[in-house]
């Protein structure tokens, strides 16, 4: 599994995840595809150049610094958008300069998993991502040889395209040939698997699970899907479940988001703020 943050390096990726969330509802699924690709290339050079991974994260040094090196060595190399995630990243204070690294991939796959969030076809990257899992899971000799860092990456690169056959999508192809170019001492079926459970988290942005206490109209349902599209800024459906313990109201969660506007809910922050 991807490595344990501590406190510091929790916040800055959570700020930087949800910056990066902003842009993925409103940019294309070619401005994604680039953001992706910009910031694999900058994760792939720092974790060749340890020297300039902890020159860009040495809490020591003032942020404006660290963030003015990033502008030197990216600015005209890399897309815009890609750049300000960077100098964002590079600017915040980390608790390890490993840590760097992690943040630039996760955000680097979920910009990459945008351009399916924008083409629909996020269902479909998560079940290629899986079932990819489970062969190396069946071969681990087709494991190691992709992972074998003594093998040039292209060399790694162009045997999972041979096995791949052009029968996965864009995306998916996409996400694999990096985690094969870089897989930072992670087996390739773990990196699948956490892959995707990404995706399926990535999907479930798009989902609001409801609970009422009284089944909905279609009309009702229509006008919550479309309040909700506008709160969000992202196309939203319904999963209503009918709960009547919670007496009226609804109880909406998209993502790691609830909102709790029952009248059970209600009554029990009520009691809550009761003096004892």
């Known amino acids: 599994m991807a490595q344990m943050l501590q406190s510091a390096s929790r916040d800055a990726l959570a700020e930087a995840a949800d910056r990066l969330d902003s842009y ?34 040495d809490p020591a040094t003032p942020a404006a610094a660290r963030s003015a090196l990033a502008d030197r060595l990216f600015n005209g190399k890399i897309s815009r958008p890609a750049l300000d995630l960077v100098s964002d990243l590079v ?9 760097l690294l992690e943040a630039l991939e996760v955000l680097a796959r979920r910009a990459t998993l945008g351009v399916a969030e924008k083409d629909g076809t996020l ?8 079932r990819f ?8 000799q087709l494991g190691s040889l992709l992972a074998d860092q003594n093998t040039p990456a292209d060399k790694r690169v162009e045997l999972l395209r041979s096995v791949l056959g ?7 192809e996409t996400l694999l040939e990096q985690t094969v170019r ?3 001492g992670r087996n390739l079926d773990v990196a699948a698997e956490e892959l995707s459970e990404l995706a399926a988290a990535r999907r479930d942005r798009y989902v609001a699970h409801v609970r009422t206490p009284v089944r909905l109209t279609a009309e009702q349902e229509q006008r919550l899907a479309d309040s909700l599209s506008r709160l969000y800024n992202r196309p939203i459906s319904l999963q209503v479940e009918l709960d009547p313990s919670l007496l009226g109201g609804l ?3 998209v993502g ?14 009520a009691r809550r703020r009761l003096p004892g």
């Open 24 to 57: 993925i509802d409103s940019a294309s699924a070619s401005d994604l595809a680039r953001l992706g690709d910009d910031l694999f290339a900058v994760l792939r050079l720092l974790s060749e150049e340890p020297g300039l991974r902890r020159a860009l994260a």
């Open 91 to 99: 600017s915040s204070r980390w608790s390890r300069t490993g840590d």
């Open 123 to 130: 269902e479909r990257v998560e079940d290629e991502l899986f």
């Open 133 to 140: 899992g489970r062969i190396l899971d069946r071969e681990p």
């Open 166 to 172: 052009g029968k996965v999508s864009p995306v998916t």
């Open 182 to 184: 870089t897989p930072r």
């Open 251 to 253: 109880v909406v969660q």
């Open 256 to 269: 790691g988001e609830l909102i709790d506007g029952s009248v059970s809910g209600k009554l029990a922050a």
